[in-house]
C-alpha cells in the first residue's frame, strides 16, 4: 500500500532552517507530481509547495524565494528547504501526493501522518 512518512520537523528559532523529507513507497513514485501542505491550528489546509519534474516547481507568494522542494526519484523521497522561517510558518506539515497503485486504477490522494514544525524565540 501506499506510504509517506515525513521526518525532519521540530523546534527552531525565527530566521532558522529545516529540511523536511518525506520517504514515498507503494507506488511509482518518478510518475506522479508531489506536494507539501501545511495546516495551522484553527486553519485550513494550505499547499506551499509542488514539484512534478526536478525543474517544474510551483510555490504559493507566502513562501516563495524561502522554501524549495526538491525530489531524489532515486530514493523515493521528497524534501522541503525552509530558510528565513517564521513564527507564521508554524503549522504541521504533509506530503501529498495523487497516484495510482495499478496502470488502470483510480487516481487517489494520499498524504503523510504529518511533522510538526514549530517557529518562535
Known amino acids: 500500500q501506499v506510504q509517506l ?22 507506488f511509482t513514485f518518478n510518475n506522479y507530481a508531489m506536494r507539501w501542505y501545511r ?16 525543474t517544474d516547481t510551483n510555490y504559493p507568494d507566502s513562501v516563495k524565494g524561502r522554501f524549495t522542494i526538491s525530489r531524489d526519484n532515486a530514493k523515493n523521497t521528497v524534501y522541503l528547504q525552509m530558510n528565513s522561517l517564521r ?19 483510480p487516481l487517489r490522494a494520499y498524504w503523510g501522518q504529518g511533522t510538526q514544525v514549530t517557529v518562535s524565540s
Do not use: F
Request: glycine share 14%; proline share 9%.
Open 87 to 105: 513564527p507564521e510558518d508554524t503549522a504541521v506539515y504533509y506530503c501529498n501526493t495523487n497516484a495510482r497503485t495499478t496502470p488502470w486504477g
Open 39 to 54: 495546516q495551522a491550528p484553527g486553519k485550513e489546509r494550505e499547499r506551499v509547495a509542488t514539484i512534478t519534474s526536478p
Open 5 to 26: 512518512v515525513e521526518s525532519g520537523g521540530g523546534l527552531v528559532q525565527p530566521g532558522g532552517s529545516l529540511r523536511l523529507s518525506c520517504a514515498a513507497s507503494g
